[in-house]
Nanobody, 118 residues
Framework: QVQLVESGGGLVQAGGSLRLSCSAS????????MGWYRQAPGKQRELVAT???????DYAESVKGRFTVSRDNAKNTVALEMNSLKPEDTAVYYC????????????WGQGTQVTVSS
């Protein structure tokens, strides 16, 4: 059983910063992909950032230059540093982990709310 637990969401003013963290636990010896999605009210869940085990990253165009994803393979953690936040970044942020122990399953965290006030 794999569990992902997120932390770090909250309320921040536009232009501010937040750091999200996510820790994966369970019977894990390898995680290929980790990252973050978000879902705003009335919208579909969208990819924010992803990072491979080797450190290759990919970002949504809307967050490039403002958000930075990082991970610690030894600790099975992934983080999202969010700077210059905008009201349109308001959403529930979900971390995910895929390719655990060479399996195709994807696991999700419970979500953490990020609210950016104007």
């Amino acid at each position: 059983q794999v569990q992902l637990v997120e932390s770090g969401g909250g309320l921040v003013q536009a232009g501010g910063s937040l750091r999200l963290s996510c820790s994966a636990s369970g019977s894990i010896f390898r995680i290929e992909n980790m990252g973050w999605y978000r879902q705003a009210p009335g919208k579909q869940r969208e990819l924010v950032a992803t990072i491979t085990r080797g450190g290759n990253t990919d970002y949504a165009e809307s967050v490039k230059g403002r958000f930075t994803v990082s991970r610690d393979n030894a600790k099975n953690t992934v983080a999202l540093e969010m700077n210059s936040l905008k009201p349109e970044d308001t959403a529930v942020y979900y971390c995910y982990a895929g390719g655990i122990n060479y399996r195709a399953s994807v696991y999700w965290g419970q979500g953490t709310q990020v609210t950016v006030s104007s």
